[in-house]
C-alpha cells in the first residue's frame, strides 16, 4: 500500500504513489494541450449561494469562516468548490469580454465535497477537466469531440481498459415525454436508481412517484437496458414504439456521437442508455465511463453538454465538458498494484562523495549532467562507498557517479550502474544515460496486466 | 493588464497571465528534479490546534464547516494550511517510517490566509517549496544547496535580477544574548520592524520593551545595518565588540552560505543581517529574496533551518527549506508587463475546415501532427477561409492548415505561416515546424527588460 489515510476522505499519497498520480496528470496535461486545449485555474471558492443555484449538492459544500472573524464581520458566504465547471460558467461570464470563443481550456485542480468518505470517494480529489464553449452557439461536433479526447487520454495511460458509455438527455427526455411523464426530471432521478434497487422496485417508483402507468414504467426501464457499441440502439429505441420530436433529436445526436467517435477511435465509446448522470444542468450528450474489472468504483470519468450553465441576460455560452477524477482512478490503481514506477525519485545518477573537503568536485560533477538535463544528487555524507551505492539502491536510483578524487586506482571518474553492477570511466560533460533512464519510468505492473489482459 | 480581479484576495488569471504562471511552475520543476527533489502534495486540510502550534498566525487561519452540519455533529477542528511547510513537517511524522532520509521533496500547492488582501498579498495564492529533511541529524552543507538551487531558478527565469538575502537566526541570538537582552525574541520582533518604522523608533522600542540599554540597542541597529556580497561582514560584527559562543557558529555558519554559494553561483546571495523572518521555528540559515526595483512588494522567496518543527517524543527530523512565492511574482510580472507570452494557447496549428463533410479529412490531418508531438485545433466552423486566418490571428496560433480538399489550384495540402504570409506545400505525416514554434514562448518583455538592464 502505498497510502496511509488518517484523516479519513483527505488521502495522501507517498512518493511512490504521487510518481504515479504525476504520470496520470503529465499525460493528461499533454494529451489537453496537443488538442490545444489551453490550461485555466479558478480560485478554490466561490459563493455559496452560485453553488447552490447551479449544484444541486449544496449539502456536501465545504464554507469557510476566519478563525477569529469579528461578530460584526459581515459573512462573505464563501464555500470550497465542489467541481470545476460551475466555477469554470462563473469565470466565463465574469471575463467574457476578454476571452476568446469558443474557447477551449483544461483545468486540473482539487475539488472539496462535506461527503461521507468510501471507496473511490473523498472529501478532497483531484479533477482533471476539459470544456469547449462558445457564444451564442456551440457546434454539435465538440460533443463528439470531447469523447475522442478522453478516450486519446484513457488509452495512452496504462490502466486497465477503460469503457466509455454515452447517452443524450435529450433522447431520454422526449422518451418520458413521448411515454406520457408529467415530470421527465423525476423518472430521471428514479431511472438513476436502477443499478443501486434493480429494476423490480424502479418499476414501483415510476408508478407511485414518477406516475407513469405499468406500461409506460416498463417501456422506460427497457430503454434503460438498451446498449450498443454502434448506431443499432437506434432500431431497438424504435421498436418500443415511442415517438416524440425530441426523441428523434436525441436519437440523431447520439447515433453522431457514437459513429463520429467510433470512427475516429475504432471500440472507444458505447451508446448505453442507462446512463443518467446526477447533476440537472446537463442539457445534450452524457458521458459516464468504467474502469474495466473496477466498475464498483463508479465513474472515473464524466460529463456532458450544458446549454444554460454559463448564461445571464441576453447572453449564452452553450459548453460541453468532460471530467477526468484523477484521486478517484489514482486510488483504483494503488490499491489494486494496477501501475508500478522504475523509482520514485527524480535522480537518475547519485554522485558520490568521498570525503567533506571534495564536495565542491560532487557538485561540480551534478552541475554538469544537470546542464545537459539528467537529474541527479550529491550523496548527503561521505560515508563509505558501499553505504552511498546503498543510498541510491533503497531509493531506486541508478546510477552512482565516483568523482576522480574518489577513485581506487583509475585516473578519471567512473559511474556504476549498480542494477548490473557494471563499473566504466565517464566524463561529466558527455555521458548519457538511456533515454529510459533519465527519468522514473511508470508503467503497468506486469502481473496485473496480465491477468487484466485475460479478462478483456 | 491580464488580471481580473472580483473577488478580493483571490486572484483569477486570463489564458495570456495563466501561460505566464504556468511556464514558471514547469521551470520551477524543472530545476528542483533536476536537483533530485522528488514531487509530494499534502491535503489542503490540517486540524486547527496543530496550525495553532507552530505557526503563530492563527487570526489568519481559514476554518471549515459542512455547510449543512447537524448540530450534533463533532467538529473535526480543521483549517485550510497557510503554508506549506508545517504540514510537510506534519507529513514527515506521520509517513516517517514508510520514508527515506534525508528526503529531498518539493510542492507546489495552494495556500491560504485569511489576511487583508493588498500589493502582492492575497488570500489564496501558489507556492513552490523545496525542503531537505534528515533523521536525527542535518548536514549543514543543505543550507548552502537551498540558496544554490532557488537562485538558480530565479537565474533561469524569465524576470528581473532578484538578490538572495541570508541571515542566520544563532547569529543574531548570540549577538542579543551578548549584549544582555534577556529575550531574544523580543529584540527580534522589533528589529523585523526596521523597514516599517526606521532605526530612530526601533531605538525606543528595544529599550522600553525589550529592555535593552541604550548602548546596546545602539549596537544591535548597527548590526542590522551590515549587509555585504561576501564574508566580509565577520569583521563588521567582529568591530563591535559583543562575544558570544552562540554569535561565533552563527558567524561561521553565515560565512560558509556566503562563500559555498557564491562559489557555486558567483555574486547570488549577499549577507543581509537585517533579515529576520516573521516565523518562530527557524533556528539557523533564513532566506529573503527582492525582486530588484520592486523591493516594495515584499520577499518572493523565503525560508530557513528548522530543527524542532517536525519533532516527537524522542525522534527529530530538522529540515532546511525554501519557497517560491509564485503567486506574489507573477502579480508583479503581469502588473508590470514584465513578461510576455508568444501565445496563450497551446496550437501551434490551426486546421482549416472546407466544409462540415470534409470536417473529417481536417480531424486526420490533426490527428497525425498531434502523433508527432505539434498541438493543433481544427476548426469550429466551416467559415470563409479569410474567417478562419483571423481566428488563428487573434489567439497567436502561427500556422493554419488548408487540406487538400481545400486546395483552390494546388493538389496536395498546404500550410500558411500567417506571421509572414508564406505558403507552401506540406504533408501532415512529415512537416515539422521550427522548435521555437511548438509550444507558446515565454520571455521578457523586450521594453521592460531594457529598462532594467539600466538599473541593474
Redesign the interface.
Known amino acids: 500500500m502505498a497510502k496511509?489515510n488518517?484523516?479519513s476522505g483527505?488521502?495522501?499519497?507517498?512518493?511512490s504513489g504521487?510518481?504515479i498520480e504525476?504520470h496520470i496528470l503529465d499525460t493528461a496535461r499533454e494529451i489537453f494541450?496537443?488538442?490545444?486545449?489551453?490550461?485555466?485555474?479558478?480560485?478554490?471558492?466561490e459563493p455559496?449561494d452560485h453553488m447552490q443555484r447551479n449544484g444541486e449538492i449544496?449539502?456536501?459544500?465545504?464554507?469557510?469562516?476566519?478563525?477569529?472573524?469579528t461578530a460584526d464581520e459581515a459573512d462573505p458566504g464563501?464555500?470550497?468548490h465542489f467541481d470545476l465547471t460551475v466555477p469554470f460558467a462563473r469565470?466565463v461570464l465574469?471575463?467574457a469580454a476578454?476571452?476568446?470563443f469558443?474557447l477551449?481550456?483544461y483545468q486540473i485542480q482539487?475539488v472539496?465535497r462535506?461527503e461521507r468518505p468510501q471507496e473511490g470517494r473523498f472529501r478532497?480529489f483531484t479533477q482533471a477537466d476539459i470544456d469547449?464553449v462558445?457564444k451564442d452557439t456551440l457546434?454539435f461536433?465538440?460533443e463528439v469531440e470531447m469523447a475522442v479526447v478522453m478516450s486519446t487520454l484513457l488509452a495512452t495511460l496504462p490502466i486497465p481498459r477503460a469503457r466509455l458509455q454515452v447517452n443524450n438527455r435529450k433522447l431520454a427526455e422526449g422518451f418520458y415525454l413521448g411515454v406520457g411523464a408529467a415530470d421527465t426530471q423525476g423518472v430521471l432521478r428514479v431511472i438513476d436508481k436502477l443499478d443501486k434497487i434493480g429494476p423490480d422496485r424502479v418499476g414501483a417508483l415510476l408508478e407511485t412517484e414518477a406516475g407513469l402507468t405499468p406500461e409506460a414504467a416498463a417501456k422506460c426501464i427497457a430503454l434503460a437496458a438498451i446498449c450498443t457499441p454502434d448506431a443499432t440502439f437506434v432500431d431497438q429505441v424504435r421498436a418500443l414504439g415511442v415517438r416524440n420530436d425530441l426523441l428523434d433529436q436525441g436519437l440523431s445526436e447520439l447515433s453522431a456521437v457514437v459513429t463520429g467517435a467510433n470512427?475516429?477511435r475504432p471500440g472507444s465509446v458505447v451508446a448505453d442508455l442507462r446512463i443518467a448522470r446526477g447533476l440537472d444542468y446537463y442539457t445534450g450528450t452524457v458521458y459516464e465511463t468504467q474502469l474495466v474489472g473496477f466498475e464498483s468504483v463508479g465513474s472515473i470519468s464524466s460529463g456532458g453538454r450544458y446549454d444554460n450553465l454559463a448564461s445571464d441576460e441576453g447572453q449564452r455560452y452553450p459548453g460541453v465538458g468532460i471530467s477526468l477524477g484523477v484521486s478517484r482512478l489514482v486510488s483504483i490503481l494503488l490499491a489494486k498494484d494496477l501501475v508500478s514506477a522504475s523509482r520514485?525519485?527524480?535522480?537518475a545518477v547519485l554522485v558520490a562523495v568521498t570525503d567533506?573537503l571534495s564536495?565542491?568536485a560532487s557538485?561540480s560533477v551534478a552541475?554538469r549532467l544537470?546542464e545537459r538535463?539528467?537529474?541527479?544528487?550529491v550523496a548527503?555524507?561521505a560515508d563509505k562507498f558501499g553505504k552511498q551505492i546503498r543510498f541510491a539502491d533503497?531509493?531506486g536510483i541508478p546510477y552512482v557517479w565516483f568523482p576522480a578524487t574518489a577513485a581506487d586506482s583509475t585516473e578519471g571518474d567512473t559511474i556504476k550502474d549498480i542494477r548490473s553492477g557494471d563499473q566504466v570511466d565517464a566524463d561529466a560533460t558527455n555521458w548519457q544515460p538511456p533515454l529510459d533512464d533519465i527519468k522514473p519510468r511508470v508503467f503497468a505492473t506486469p502481473d496485473s496486466s496480465a491477468a487484466s489482459k485475460e479478462s478483456w
Open positions: 496511509i488518517r484523516l483527505f488521502p495522501e499519497l507517498l512518493p504521487r510518481v504525476q494541450e496537443l488538442h490545444g486545449f489551453l490550461s485555466l485555474e479558478t480560485r478554490s471558492v455559496i449544496d449539502k456536501e459544500i465545504y464554507v469557510l469562516r476566519r478563525l477569529h472573524a464563501l464555500g470550497l469565470y465574469e471575463h476578454l476571452l476568446e469558443p477551449r481550456r482539487k472539496w462535506g478532497e469547449v462558445g457546434a461536433h465538440h470512427a475516429e520514485a525519485v527524480p535522480s567533506e564536495r565542491p557538485e552541475r544537470r538535463g539528467i537529474p541527479c544528487e548527503p555524507s533503497r531509493r
